[in-house]
């Protein structure tokens, strides 16, 4: 039996100089796309983040106070 050549340099395939830029191109493309799409879902920044409800102001008091009641139920504690 013969000895087997053993080389130090790894295989390397040769590339097409077309295919390796078409695999640019087709990267570029690709986060292009994804840029855009960012663009478009991104929330609106000139907006408020709150909802737009109108805020309630409550009428200038005339100096006197009327004293809140109390509207909750009571309940009696159950024998448990």
Do not use: Q
């Not at 994804?34 to 409550?58: C, F, G, K, M, R």
């Amino acid at each position: 039996m013969s000895a087997r050549r053993v080389s130090r340099e790894p295989y390397r395939i040769r590339r097409d100089r077309r295919e390796i830029v078409i695999a640019g191109a087709v990267a570029l493309a690709i986060i292009l796309v994804t840029v855009v799409i960012v663009l478009i879902l991104a929330p609106d920044h000139s907006s408020p983040s709150e909802p737009n409800t109108p805020s309630v102001t409550a009428p200038a008091s005339s100096g006197t106070t009327v004293p809140a009641t109390d509207t909750t139920p009571t309940t009696a504690p159950s024998g448990g």
